[in-house]
């Protein structure tokens, strides 16, 4: 993986190992907090984290950053391991949760408070803010600032006794109301929440903050590179000032660094608005193929290579830039060319009857699945087939070289036809084209070679399979530099999907299950949806075949 083999934090990792530090090995983790489901951004911290620990034949732990309970599920415990593994990577025996810590946690915080680092503040959340104050002004301490040790341990006894109501009280770390760094002027680390925690129930009514939580998880973990987005980067002095003053060696306790965290063009990349898309159903769920969830972007047919091979490409920086959606479909479609076999697919059915074919034959024509890998099938063909509307003409411009009245086409496996007379009906409208075929213009047969400027594809109406075939478009319009607008749903794409109820496949396709990928001639490359029936086969459209990404 050459990102990896590359990038400013591996270089980190080897300068530290250089000057003697972490010598039991690089222990790295993905910390995903279960309140929604995994989206792209996390797939870039997913591959960073467990590359970087491959890369150093070290260890990547997984660990739930559970410690917010109104918004956490097991649900999104669920979902974000079936994602990692689906994407590719394990943690083996190392899968944690912040709020087996709790007990420990809270030793740590009445450590603090004996160590008369942590104190008990009786201030609303509103005067806290107040008291802060500002980047160019220095704050002010609390009244309860200068507690004794003693009723600071007291009160926090009783915070995790349950005798005050959520907001009454916080802890706090007492630092430096006067530091240049807004997080050290005494950062709130934890807060009462009478609420039910998806693990430990009602065990608790206090629980840690971020700030509190994360630097002691990796430490406890073991962490030695904490790997985490650029909006950290002012916690970090906390983070250190906090495993300093607990006695954390410096030679072995986590550090943190921080990286540019993914944004895309016509994406949201933040659970709270990809939450916001679900629960008002502007999308049928997490998992809709318009979504940058890993599960949506599995469900519309994303492969997991594509990726792992779009993590590796972005890089790893260590300033915020946009990256072009058009990147991301790039991957894909390279992984598909290559691997997926190729059928034929009507989406817009226009019937075309051969009028010197006869009625009672059928035959099977060979045809090759994919150029690079090789193999092949046999499609059927018939008297009476399946051409795209798109793909006859009556008034055509000049160099139209698919069908029109009098022209000539090559099917493609198939015959060499000839558009005899156009049927309409009363409108007007063409509904059937009579067609005659040169039956010699076959693979190996006497006029097969004969120069024929249009190729189109078909399928044989009595042996087709109907299907529902799902395209998509961007969920989100971005503006002309790429960006989503603040406020997202006004950007919100009317027409990201169109559903085709009536298209038509060939049978080789017959029982393929879910997950499956095709790429339909002269379409697009297509995956099997799993709303699929044994009655009707639905497929989303992956991405179509042409290539907008330019390097
Ligand atoms: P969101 O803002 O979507 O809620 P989050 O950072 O709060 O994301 P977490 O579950 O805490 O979500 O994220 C787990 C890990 O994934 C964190 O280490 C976080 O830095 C990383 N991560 C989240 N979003 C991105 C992104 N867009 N690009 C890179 N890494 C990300
Ligand atoms: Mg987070
Ligand atoms: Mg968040």
């Known amino acids: 993986n050459t990102t990896i083999a590359s990038n400013f934090i591996q270089n980190a990792i080897e300068e530290d190992q250089k000057n003697g530090k972490y010598t039991e090995g690089i222990h790295t983790r993905f910390p995903p907090e279960p309140n929604g489901y995994l989206h792209i951004g996390h797939a870039k911290s997913i591959c960073l984290n467990f590359g970087l620990a491959e890369h150093n034949h070290g260890l990547c732990n997984l660990r739930f950053d559970d410690t917010n309970p109104t918004k956490e599920d097991t649900e999104y415990v669920d979902s974000i391991q079936e994602d990692i593994h689906w994407l590719g990577f394990s943690w083996q025996n190392r899968m944690f949760y912040a709020s087996d810590y709790f007990d420990k946690l809270y030793d740590y915080a009445c450590e603090l408070i004996k160590k008369g680092l942590a104190y008990v503040d009786d201030l609303s959340a509103d005067e806290i803010r107040a008291y ?31 005798e005050f109501a959520d907001g009454e009280k916080v802890l706090r770390a007492k630092i430096d109301m006067a530091s240049p760094n807004m997080v050290l002027r005494d950062t709130v680390i934890y807060r009462i929440a009478h609420a039910h925690h998806h693990r430990t129930g009602d065990a608790w009514c206090i629980y840690p903050m971020y700030d509190f939580a994360h630097p002691l998880s990796d430490a406890i973990e073991g962490i030695t590179h904490s790997v985490c987005t650029l909006e950290f980067e002012e916690h970090r002095p906390f983070y250190d000032w906090l495993l300093e003053s607990l006695g954390f060696d410096a030679n072995t306790r986590p550090r943190q660094i921080e990286f540019a965290r993914l944004n895309l063009t016509n994406t949201v990349t933040s659970k709270r608005k990809l939450r916001q898309l679900v629960e008002e159903h502007f999308v049928s769920g997490w998992d809709d193929p318009r979504m940058p969830t890993i599960s949506g972007l599995r469900r519309r047919g994303y492969t997991p290579a594509s990726l792992r091979k779009f993590c590796e490409e972005i890089g790893v920086a260590k300033a915020d830039s946009l990256v072009d959606v058009s990147m991301l479909e790039h991957c894909v479609r390279d992984d598909l060319n290559e691997n997926a076999d190729r059928v034929m697919a009507v989406l817009r059915p226009l019937k075309v009857v051969i009028t010197n074919y006869p009625e009672d034959k059928e035959e099977y024509l060979l045809a090759d699945n994919n150029p690079m890998h090789g193999g092949s099938r046999f499609v059927p063909f018939s008297r009476e087939i399946y051409i795209e509307q798109e793909d006859f003409m009556e008034e055509p411009p000049k160099k139209y070289f698919r069908l029109k009245p009098g022209g000539e086409v090559r099917l493609k496996h198939a015959y060499i036809i000839k558009c005899e007379e156009v049927i309409k009906d009363e409108n007007g409208k063409v509904v059937e084209l009579h067609c005659t075929a040169y039956l010699d ?98 497929f989303n459209r992956v991405v179509g075949l042409r290539d907008s990404w330019a390097k």
């Open 441 to 538: 213009s076959k693979t190996g047969g006497a006029t097969a070679g004969r120069k024929i400027k249009g190729t189109i594809h078909w399928v044989a109406a009595k042996t087709a399979l109907p299907a529902e075939v799902r395209l998509y478009d961007y969920l989100i319009e971005s503006d002309e530099n790429g960006n989503v607008p603040a406020d997202f749903l006004e950007a919100l794409n009317k027409n990201s999907l169109e559903t085709i109820e009536n298209a038509w496949i060939e049978p080789s396709v017959k029982l393929t299950a879910a997950g499956t990928h095709y790429q339909f001639l002269r379409t697009g490359y297509f995956v099997v949806d799993p709303d699929t029936t044994p009655d009707k086969l639905v």
């Open 132 to 162: 802060r104050g500002t980047l160019t002004e220095p704050g002010k301490e609390s009244p309860y600032r200068n507690r004794s040790v003693e009723e600071n341990l007291d009160l926090f006894a009783r915070m995790k006794a349950g």
